[in-house]
């Protein structure tokens, strides 16, 4: 049976990736470390109660006595860091905690799993380990109207965000570089699907229709992204730590460019059919002061990944979005929940004297 310890599992990629762990692997045991912040909500893993093989652990990723402790009693085969601050207007109001997690939180987990699996006298590893780093096209800084992030691109990040995940990934390479040790690191676009924190575009977006509530774009709207359905990041995660070659950069994306704010559009345009609501128009969106330091274009060349692994992405943006939103539709209540903060109290209500 293999053994991960995974963090930051009850946000938004990582409790998509335990629901994708979970179907697709009988004999699979998830130690899941996080530590709750605004962004973790353990509804997100409403799912898994009562499955023996996710164990939810409540702690830092900093915290090395902790870490240390997990791998003494679970001796894990791989580690996959998800857990992060990843909100970039958070890093420009407070870019102190963004090194903290991104940078101290991943050299913690770095050591602690050197020391589980490093050999000092022999200077080898134990077989069959990893630590696989889940990192972001925003590392690359941005593009023009033309090419794409390749994974030999410079690393040129712009923000503190971009920058503090950055800096953790020239920390995986070193750790590779100078111990040898067994690494991975995927680097992906925007991801959009069930159970991501409305503070992000799409379920913000859809938050503020249902409730006829104004759409905030920043500037013109023309900042280019490139969306992926989260299930497909899942997916080429899971088939870089079980198939990527050691020391490797891949690149995670879906050749799926739009602006911002044909994104607006499209949501607006769902929720009106779906919702059947004719007052749901484009004239609900602001535009407002852009973003300090916004990069204009990001755009991921994923053919390594294809060529390597086999790995492509399984759903269309047409489909995903309306996933989405269906998604959103039927999860009232988790949105009321964390939109009112009640999401907090859930730990509290389930966990409390256990
Ligand atoms: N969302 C995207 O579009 C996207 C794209 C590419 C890469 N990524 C990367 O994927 C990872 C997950 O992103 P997400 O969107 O799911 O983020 P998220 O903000 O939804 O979730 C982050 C999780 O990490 C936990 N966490 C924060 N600090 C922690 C700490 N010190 N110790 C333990 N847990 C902690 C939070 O409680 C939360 O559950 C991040 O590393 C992010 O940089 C995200």
């Known amino acids: 049976m293999k053994k991960y310890l995974i963090t930051g599992c009850a946000g938004f990629i990582g409790s998509n990736f335990v629901y994708y762990m979970l179907r697709k692997y009988e004999d699979i045991l998830l130690v899941n470390l996080d530590k709750l912040t605004y962004a973790g909500n353990l509804e997100n893993l409403k799912g898994t109660e009562g499955d023996s093989r996710h164990v939810f652990v409540q702690g830092d990723i900093c915290d090395k006595a902790l870490v240390t402790e997990l791998f003494q009693k679970y001796d894990f085969d791989y580690v996959i ?19 903290e997690t991104n940078v101290l939180g991943t050299v913690t987990l770095l050591q602690c799993a050197k020391e589980a699996w490093y050999n000092t006298e022999a200077r080898t590893w134990k077989d069959g380990t990893k630590y696989l780093q889940v990192s972001t096209d925003e590392v690359y800084g941005a593009l ?19 920058s503090s995940k950055a800096s953790a990934d020239h920390f995986v390479q070193a750790f590779h570089d100078t111990y040898g040790m067994p690494i991975n ?3 992906c676009s ?3 699907g069930p159970y991501q924190f409305p503070e992000k575009l799409i379920p913000l977006m859809i938050h503020n229709v ?3 509530k104004p759409l905030p774009v920043y500037g013109d709207g023309m900042q280019i992204r490139d969306w992926l359905y ?6 080429a995660i899971d088939m870089v730590v079980n198939g990527g070659k050691i020391g490797e950069v891949y690149n995670v994306g879906a050749h799926n460019e739009r602006p ?3 994104i607006v559009k499209t949501v607006i345009e769902q929720l009106r059919n779906r919702l059947r609501d004719d007052s749901i128009t484009e004239d609900l969106i602001r535009h407002v002061e852009d973003r300090l330091g916004h990069d204009r274009r990001y755009g991921i060349d994923p053919t390594k990944i294809k060529n390597d692994l086999g790995w492509y992405p399984e759903t269309p943006f047409e489909r995903g979005i309306v996933l989405t939103i269906d998604w959103y539709l039927q999860n009232e209540e988790w949105m009321n929940h964390v939109t009112s903060g009640n999401y907090q109290k859930y730990y509290e209500a389930m966990y409390k004297g256990k």
């Open 81 to 99: 860091n998800f857990a992060a601050e990843s909100h970039v207007d958070r890093s420009i109001a407070n870019p102190e905690i963004f090194v």
């Open 144 to 162: 023009g109207t033309e090419g794409y992030f390749m994974e030999t691109t410079p690393l040129n990040p712009h923000s503190p965000y971009s």
């Open 185 to 187: 690191i995927t680097r």
């Open 190 to 192: 925007n991801n959009y």
């Open 210 to 212: 249902k409730q006829h």
């Open 230 to 235: 989260v299930e497909d990041h899942c997916k």
């Open 260 to 262: 911002n704010i044909l």
